[in-house]
């Protein structure tokens, strides 16, 4: 059958003439059947036609010749009409080969110079370098096997560097991975993936060699990538480098530092330290350095868990000269750390050559009033001026500046950086509501802080409906009127919560249990908790405030822990504050609930 068909496509093509468009071996001619009718069924019937034809014939009068003529043509018609019913196709089929594409990514990022093996010893990199080059670019070469080779870098996104056709230009491949700069901040994988796949849309590509230590710091799916790649059919193999075990590294992130310090004042930085690679509990130790003199101001000692969880070391120091101050702060290296780069942050502090100067007013010589004006008139970096409005028309009003009356014009209230107000009576004849305006934009124009300190006679529950209501933090219980129906006996115990403990404000209680330092307390200003935007630090934690709908007070916290857990609601908010900081347009408030 082969050999028939074939006769009868050189038949066909000669009849047709289709000698002229043959494009030689490679473009062979060859005959199809669109109704293909198996062998056994055709030659039975082509045997009853022949049979039915000459049974016709044979009946017939006239001669023999002409009966068999006859019979012939019939029969030519009948097999004309089979082929023509069986769909008779020729086609010409034309072979041409195009080479297709292997791309080869190749990791640019700065993973890559790391050196697993030690210092001095091959970086990963190199490692891919040497892989590829070896034995003359052997591996350049098998991957140009029936291929066109397209070299491609990337990080966050892909460049295309080189394109070889040939063997013989394994030096272009070379020559690229030689100026190869590994200065990538950000690795992102599954984009590079995808994106080659896009610009290589309309050709054929065979295969995606990717050489990473696959260390992806840019957030991408790698399986939406792999799944693009196999429905293109492109399969992906990895060169991976790098080390099984993690490397022993430490690390430093942001440091939090106050904007403005004040000259020989103490002054806390807060470094959060991380390790990696760490086979048991390890000591690290933190330095601060100033940049100008390049003497140590500063050092602490802690321990790292084994699985190298961030840990925040505080640093706590002196400045001691003025201006815009430069420190770095170190973490010294481990044995056998590869990479120190990361062990070092730098901070930079505006050091104030000029003491704070603090406004205090308060109703009557409460405890509150005692300490706090003994306190201010002993800080050296704070001048200071106190105001007791009970105090007869004589009486020599204290601190290093003395005044005898609130500030009526914003120069004198400028002059200050920070008014306090103990439990007093806004709404007596020593407040004007001019003044009143004036202390608002104090806060909200000028920048001052503004802090208050509660009392069981007129603060907070005075400050309704008058213009420094805005400024507090809370919101004022209207029920509530600074006293207890029964004795107040029974002490309560202060707990911080997580912004308490990283805010500066407690620090000098102490690192570990600062609330062990406070005590137990009594007296609370009830609110109706905090307001938008507030920052609690402190809380009573078997109270609710009256505000969030719950019953005051709730069952204290299991356990009689040191910090407060959230409550039904997850939401420490929740709690009775005890000391909230807050922003009022460009200035900082304070709200202080208990005497």
């Known amino acids: 059958m082969i050999g028939a ?46 049979v039915g034809v000459g049974l016709i014939y044979r009946r017939e009068r006239g001669g023999l010749g002409r009966r068999v003529g006859l019979a012939g043509v019939r029969a030519a018609l009948i097999a004309v009409l089979t082929i023509m019913l069986c769909g008779p196709v020729l086609r010409l089929q034309r072979n041409r080969r195009e080479p297709s594409q292997v791309a080869l990514l190749i990791d640019r990022t700065r993973s890559m110079l790391v050196e697993d093996g030690g210092v001095g010893e091959a970086s990963r990199i190199d490692t891919v370098r040497d892989a590829l080059l070896k034995n003359e670019g052997e591996g350049i070469r098998s991957l140009l096997s029936n291929n066109q080779l ?18 013989e230009q394994v030096g272009v491949a070379a020559g690229v991975l030689d100026a190869l700069v590994c200065d990538g901040t950000m690795t992102n994988v599954p984009r590079s993936i995808l994106e080659v796949l896009k610009q290589r849309e309309g050709g054929r590509l065979a295969a995606i060699v990717l050489a990473s230590d696959g260390r992806s710091t840019d957030v991408a799916s790698l399986a939406e990538a792999i799944a693009a790649a196999k429905a293109r059919q492109v399969p992906v193999y990895p060169i991976l480098v790098g080390s099984e075990s993690p490397r022993r590294d430490l690390s430093i992130g942001s440091v939090a530092s106050a904007e403005n310090v004040f000259l020989k004042d103490t002054v806390s930085l807060r470094v959060p330290v991380e390790g990696a690679g760490l086979e048991s509990a390890t000591e690290v130790t933190v330095r601060l350095i100033d940049d100008e003199g390049h003497s140590v101001v ?13 840990r925040e070391i505080e640093l706590r120091f002196q400045p001691q000269r003025a201006g815009v101050v430069d420190y770095r702060v170190e973490v010294a290296a481990l044995d056998g750390e590869v990479t120190t780069d990361n062990n070092v942050a730098r901070v930079q502090v505006d050091v104030l050559d000029a003491p704070l100067r603090a406004l205090y007013v308060d109703g009557y010589p409460r405890y509150e009033y005692r300490y706090l004006k003994n ?25 290093s500046d003395p005044i005898r009356r609130f500030p009526e014009t ?3 209230l400028g002059a ?15 407040l004007s509501p001019a003044q009143l305006d004036m202390l608002v934009e104090y806060v909200a124009d000028r920048g001052g802080g503004f802090g208050i300190i509660a009392g069981p006679r007129h603060i907070p529950q005075c400050l309704r409906h008058t213009p420094l209501e805005k400024l507090l933090p809370v919101r004022i219980d209207p029920e509530f009127a600074g006293t207890y129906a029964a004795a107040l006996e029974e002490p309560y115990r202060v707990a911080l919560t997580a912004e308490g403990r990283r805010s500066r404000v407690f620090r000098f209680l102490g690192a570990d249990q600062p609330e062990a330092h406070l005590g137990g307390l009594y007296w609370i200003a009830r609110t109706l908790g905090v307001s938008p935007g507030a920052e609690v630090l402190a809380v009573r934690p078997d109270w609710r405030s009256a505000g969030t709908g719950g019953e005051l007070p709730v069952a204290p916290d299991e356990g009689g822990g040191d910090s407060v857990g959230a409550d039904a609601d997850g939401d ?24």
């Not at 397209?150 to 056709?165: D, H, P, V």
């Not at 000692?301 to 190298?308: K, S, W």
């Not at 306190?375 to 601190?399: H, K, N």
């Not at 008014?419 to 020593?430: E, I, N, T």
Request: charged share 20%.
């Open 5 to 50: 068909g074939s006769r009868l496509a050189g038949l066909a093509e000669w009849l047709l003439d289709l000698q002229h468009i043959r494009l030689g071996k490679d473009a062979p001619l060859a005959l199809y059947w669109q109704m293909n009718v198996p062998l056994w069924l055709l030659v039975p019937l082509a045997a009853l036609a022949i």
């Open 150 to 167: 397209e070299i491609y870098t990337f990080g966050r996104s892909i460049a295309r560097e080189a394109a070889i056709a040939q063997a």
């Open 298 to 310: 500063a050092e602490a000692t802690d321990v790292l868990p084994a699985d190298g969880a961030l």
């Open 375 to 399: 306190m201010l008139l002993r800080e050296p970096t704070i001048r200071s001026s106190c105001l007791l409005l009970s105090a007869d028309p004589g009486f020599a009003q204290e601190g």
């Open 410 to 412: 914003m120069q004198e």
């Open 416 to 430: 200050y950086d920070v008014v306090l107000f103990g439990d007093v009576d806004v709404r007596r004849d020593w």
């Open 572 to 595: 420490d908010r929740a709690r009775m504050p005890l000391a909230v900081v807050g922003r009022y347009g460009a200035g900082r408030v304070l709200f202080c609930a208990t005497d």
